[in-house]
């Protein structure tokens, strides 16, 4: 245990440091995209066959359903009660066309159980047509998945590491029509912000005036610049290029102060802009060890007694040593680690030492639990 905390504080202290020197320039479209440019979000209703006895039971009969009708178009009549499956898994299958993908493109799409099947690995996905909202299909799905785990069940038991019940079918969505996407021919683009912030947006309106030499570009709000295009690119159809010329440019984004907390899996975010004031941080921890030791009560021969088999616990506790770490002006995010660090904490301790930061106000950032 005492390995893997100091692995942790390492590794925290790694990611707040790089999260302070790491930050720099970045291109514009990194951090925006062009308005009009967007993808299309498509599902299908499929089955997947060949599981080795881990697919849906009885009890999904829109399963039975699937499988009898689609046997019925090749010819074959089965009444449904007479099915016994469990090679077929009854799946929902999604998948994202990117703006611009023409027909006979390849997608990757996303299979996932709709039914009680235990696991999809090694299944095959029939042939799926996914179509949108507007119930057009687009892409036609099949193939092999790739559940990227495992799941092994023998006499009761069972082994599985990562999720099982879904899985992916890299480049198995071969898209059939293309989504209406196109560029806007109007004098004027809008460039929109993923993260929506007034100090980025106005630094890329700057960019690009300083790139075409002229007051061309303006901020719209916290999310959107406006770009005029020039004449000369409109009237020799070179949209296209300029759009790609500002795409490349570089700008400092300004990033909030933030604190992201999971606190299912333990995992803390620092930002590079995090800092902290005065502070005095203590912290004591109280460990709890118990300790259970079978034990088996064996009768005497011929007495006609049972043997019997009981526990014995043993309760363990004891009292950490309390350190106190002080901050006699603004912290910086080395500091924050230097300080985890000392105070030689898990996961779980820290999250409630932000908390406690915050609450005291001296946590100059936003705290997001997730």
């Known amino acids: 245990m005492k390995r893997n905390c100091r692995r942790f504080e390492k590794v925290l202290g790694v990611l707040l440091v790089s999260a302070s020197i790491a930050f720099g320039a970045i291109r514009i479209k990194d951090i925006a995209h062009v308005q009009g440019i967007r993808g299309q979000q498509i599902i299908g209703y499929g089955l997947v066959v060949g599981l080795n ?6 009890r999904s009969t829109f399963t039975l359903q699937s499988v009898a009708s689609m046997l019925k178009r090749f010819g074959v009549n089965v009444p449904q009660n007479d099915l016994r499956l469990r090679n077929v898994a009854a799946v929902m299958v999604t998948a994202t066309v990117p703006g611009f993908t023409k027909e006979g493109s390849e997608v990757d799409v996303i299979v996932s159980s709709l039914g009680d099947a235990t696991s999809l690995q090694g299944g095959t996905l029939l042939i799926t047509p996914l179509s949108a ?3 057009v299909v687009y892409v036609m799905a099949q193939g092999p998945l790739s559940v990227g785990g495992m799941s092994v069940r023998a006499n009761g038991n069972e082994v599985r590491r990562n999720h099982t019940a879904a899985g992916r079918i890299p ?5 059939e029509k293309t ?20 100090t980025t947006a106005t630094r890329v309106a700057d960019a ?45 984004p300004d990033v909030v102060a933030k604190v992201v907390i999971n606190e299912r899996t333990g995992t803390i975010v620092v930002g590079g802009s995090v800092s902290i004031m005065s502070v005095a941080i203590s912290h004591g921890g109280l460990n709890i060890e118990i300790e259970s030791i079978p034990m088996v009560s064996q009768p005497a ?9 009981t526990q014995l616990t043993a309760v363990y506790a004891g009292q950490d040593t309390s350190t106190v770490q002080a901050f006699d002006r603004t912290a910086t995010v080395q500091d924050v680690a230097k300080t985890l660090n000392a105070l030689k904490v898990t996961p779980r301790d820290i999250i409630a030492i932000f908390q406690a930061l915050k609450r005291a106000g001296a946590l100059n950032a936003e705290l997001v639990i997730i």
């Open 179 to 198: 989504t209406a996407t196109s560029i806007s021919k109007d004098s004027t683009i809008s460039v929109v912000l993923m993260e929506p912030d007034f």
């Open 208 to 252: 690009v005036n300083t790139k075409l030499g002229q007051r061309a570009a303006r901020a719209q709000d916290g999310a959107s610049i406006s770009i005029l295009v020039p004449e000369a690119i409109r009237t020799e159809g070179r949209l296209v290029e300029f759009i790609a010329s500002i795409e490349g440019l570089e700008v400092m």
């Open 133 to 135: 909202i507007d119930g």
């Open 301 to 309: 021969p011929f007495s006609q007694g049972q043997t019997v088999t």
């Open 171 to 175: 480049g198995g969505g071969v898209v």
């Open 53 to 58: 006895g881990t697919g849906d039971t009885q």
